[in-house]
């Protein structure tokens, strides 16, 4: 963890700007232009018009900060225009939604294929979202330590295959090995990457490998259960060794991606291959559900379109109906 003891000394004038690096709940450390960390509370209201968000500010956003008082806590007093943000609901009839990060240039999603299984509805959810919010995405499949053998082997590459053929980058690494950490650094570099992903899957472990130094509590997967225990409780940016290393945002794991904000007609947008195809759909305000001469049905029989997607494709859709049933009110 970061050291969190703040001195403002009269170097800093106020008021004055910054970029907040981590959320605690309760409070925002900002990382002011001259280097120097504060903690700060929020003062006006902040909110993204038409969403209701847990949380206002996010990492990540580049803020105004007033002085602080005698108890040396200043005020966040003005959000400037964030470039784009990844937002996510808990579950789909959650009212709230919350920023996970903003203004960045990458979000990754860590997934693993083993302890726990990331499902594919949740990576599609996450893709997706990345697609309507306009940030780019890439997957990281983390414990490829605990693949063994030729099945596994094949495993791993069709599962590579299928999301790096739509076109998003896959980058296999052991966080415990150090198997992949090279690359994923090379990608890294240069810029300000959030990494989100289930409990578990191994997020604060990757920091910790990628940040000499570091030592970010990371926990135990329940035997029960084959899921993390929720160890990281808040969001914290970090910055990477070396020259323009870039930084990288450590977040709480998540259950569940529920999409915020999406329209039914949108939903095939998100999905870039099912995209592709559905100019050749007879109508065009085909929902690729049922409607003859639907390419992406026809694609999917043809395996062309992988099976898991088209599922993703079909919750979400599932979900908005469900969602407009219930703000309807029956
Ligand atoms: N075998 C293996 N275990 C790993 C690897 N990376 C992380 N782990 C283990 O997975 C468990 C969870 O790691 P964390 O880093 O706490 O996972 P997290 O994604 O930060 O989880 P939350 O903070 O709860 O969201 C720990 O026991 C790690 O030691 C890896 O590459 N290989
Ligand atoms: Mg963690
Ligand atoms: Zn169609």
Redesign the pocket.
């Known amino acids: 963890m970061q050291n969190t003891d703040i001195s403002i000394t009269e170097e800093t004038s106020f008021p004055t700007g910054g970029r907040v690096i981590r959320n605690t709940g309760s409070h925002y450390v900002v990382k002011l232009e001259n280097g120097k960390e504060i903690t700060c509370k929020i003062k006006g209201n902040f909110r993204i018009k038409g969403i209701r968000t847990t949380n206002p500010v996010s990492v990540g956003d580049i803020v105004g900060v007033s002085a602080p008082g005698p108890d040396g806590v200043a005020f966040i007093n003005e959000i400037l225009p964030r470039t784009n943000y990844i937002i996510r609901r808990s579950s789909n009839l959650s009212k709230e939604a919350h920023i996970i990060a903003s203004n960045v240039d990458l979000a990754a999603l860590?997934v693993?294929l083993v302890?726990p299984q990331t499902a594919t509805t949740f990576i599609d959810r996450f893709l997706a979202t990345a697609e309507a919010y306009d940030v780019p995405a890439a997957l990281i499949i983390?414990?490829?330590?605990?693949l063994s053998g030729e099945e596994d082997a094949e495993y791993l590459e069709a599962f590579s295959y299928l999301y790096s053929s739509i076109g998003y980058k896959v980058i296999p690494?052991?966080?415990?090995?150090g198997k992949g950490l090279d690359v994923l650094r090379e990608y890294l570099r240069g810029k300000i990457t959030l990494l989100s992903?289930?409990?578990?899957?191994?997020?604060?472990?990757?920091?910790?490998?990628l940040i000499p130094g570091l030592k970010?509590?990371?926990?135990?997967?329940s035997e029960a259960h084959d899921t993390?225990?929720?160890?990281?409780?808040f969001s914290e940016l970090f910055e990477l060794p070396g020259e323009n290393g870039g930084s990288i945002i450590?977040?709480?794991?998540?259950r569940g991606f529920g999409t915020v904000d999406f329209d039914r007609q949108n939903v095939a947008h998100y999905f870039p291959e099912l995209f592709k195809v559905s100019a050749s759909c007879r109508f065009n305000n085909c929902t690729h559900t049922n409607e003859p001469g639907c390419a992406v049905l026809e694609a999917v029989r043809e395996q062309r379109i992988a099976h898991s997607r088209y599922n993703s494709y079909l919750s979400i859709l599932e979900e908005l109906k469900e969602d407009e049933k219930y703000r309807k009110g029956y």
């Not at 690494?173 to 090995?177: E, G, I």
């Open positions: 860590v693993t302890h983390n414990k490829v330590d605990l690494v052991s966080a415990r090995s992903g289930n409990s578990g899957v191994g997020k604060s472990t990757l920091i910790n490998a970010l509590r990371t926990g135990d997967i993390g225990m929720h160890t990281t409780t450590d977040t709480p794991g998540v």
